[in-house]
């Protein structure tokens, strides 16, 4: 689990640990070889969109605190009886499960590769009106009443002809038009990150044309990406032998369109095309902070601070810089070399052609 937890920290920016329950447990008579079960919080502190649900561990890092959540951020259950290889490396023998694969992979689906669509008992398809059994039964938090809204990583599903499955004036929730695009093995993921990953075309989705609740939907499809391909790791199926330990430019896509903020070294540059300015890390923070910014050509750079009404603090890079990823440390300091008081701060990556900001905050 260690390994496996490394791998995501180096990747994903969160003042606020993840919290994982894992359970090592025979879980042959339900056939499978894990499972994720992510806890969910809506309308909270510093929410993007309201109505919908998103995975704790990110709305936490969303709001840059806890929420006031004591439970836990997800259930990963692993199948103890599989051959399991218990290496950190990537030589796992042809005839083994790569835990840290596997444990990958399913923390994936607790920060975000997760879906609330699901049939009912007559096959009729929905968003979040059908708590699967399995659900209540495994997870160790309380599973809130979800009232028919959307998951924030369902907002991006769309079938070939580019229609959003929850709009409702197209797919009544429920309803068997929802099933039918659940099992059409033709839905993709729209989002602008997943796009531009994907040499600008929407990543297609494990839609199988018979459902199957905690594969379809939530994962890319196998046929479209294989077990080596970069993106291999959030496909429905592992195989023995199998050594993907690192998440692929597609998934991170995904992650960043959800909401993640990533430490800009994981991303790789082929998939920026444009200037890119990434959260500071961390944020909020109190001596010091990390701000980095992606560049498409060699420009002319300003990196400034202001305050909450406008006023300008500081003036952290102007220079001529070469395309690139780059980063700047700001110590709070204001252009005179006094610290700024705790608060709300912008901060502007400013060349002659664009202007991107974004908000830091200053003290705990």
Same mark, same amino acid.
Request: no cysteine; net charge neutral.
């Given at each position: 689990m260690g390994k496996a937890c490394s791998i995501w920290s180096n990747i994903l920016i969160s003042n606020v640990p993840i919290k994982i329950n894992f359970y090592w447990v025979d879980a042959s008579p339900?056939?499978? %070889?894990? +499972?994720?079960?992510?806890?969910?919080?809506?309308d909270f502190q510093n929410a993007p969109i309201n109505n919908v649900w998103y995975p704790t561990s990110l709305a936490k890092a969303i709001a840059g605190n806890d929420l006031g959540i004591s439970e836990v951020d997800m259930d990963i259950y692993i199948d103890s009886t599989r051959n399991w290889y218990m290496g950190t490396d990537g030589n796992c023998p042809q005839n083994q499960y790569h835990l840290v694969k596997v444990l990958l992979?399913?923390?994936?689906?607790?920060?975000?590769?997760?879906?609330?669509?699901?049939?009912?008992?007559?096959g009729v398809g929905s968003f979040s009106t059908i708590i699967d059994p399995i659900v209540n039964t495994l997870a160790s938090f309380s599973v809130p009443p979800l009232n028919g809204e959307p998951l924030i990583y369902d907002l991006f599903l769309e079938?070939?002809?580019?229609?959003?499955?929850?709009?409702?004036? %197209?797919? +009544?929730?429920?309803s068997m038009a929802l099933t039918a695009q659940f099992t059409s093995n033709s839905l993709y993921f729209n989002g602008l990150n997943a796009i531009n990953a994907n040499n600008q075309s929407r990543p297609r989705l494990f839609a199988p044309s018979t459902f199957a609740f905690g594969s379809s939907i939530l994962h890319l499809n196998e046929s479209s990406f294989s077990a080596n391909s970069p993106d291999g790791l959030m496909t429905p199926y592992s195989s023995t032998g199998e050594t993907n330990l690192t998440p692929g430019p597609i998934t991170l896509g995904i992650l960043q369109d959800l909401g993640w903020s990533l430490q800009p070294l994981s991303i790789s540059s082929s998939t920026l095309t444009h200037n890119t300015l990434f959260q500071n890390h961390p944020n909020p923070f109190v001596d010091i902070t990390t701000i980095s910014f992606h560049l498409k050509a060699r420009s002319k750079v300003y990196i400034n601070i202001y305050d909450i009404v406008g006023k300008k603090v500081n003036t952290l890079i102007r220079q001529d810089m070469n395309s690139g990823l780059h980063q700047i440390k700001w110590n709070r300091k204001d252009q005179t070399g006094n610290f700024v008081p705790n608060g709300v701060?912008?901060?502007?990556?400013?060349?002659?052609?664009?202007?991107?900001?974004?908000?830091?905050?200053?003290?705990?």
């Open positions: 339900f056939g499978f %070889l894990g +499972l994720t079960l992510s806890n969910g919080v809506k992979h399913e923390i994936g689906h607790g920060i975000g590769f997760y879906s609330v669509a699901n049939l009912d008992q007559n079938n070939l002809q580019g229609e959003r499955l929850i709009d409702s004036l %197209l797919y +009544l929730n429920p701060y912008i901060y502007e990556l400013k060349t002659p052609n664009q202007t991107l900001s974004r908000k830091l905050i200053v003290g705990i």
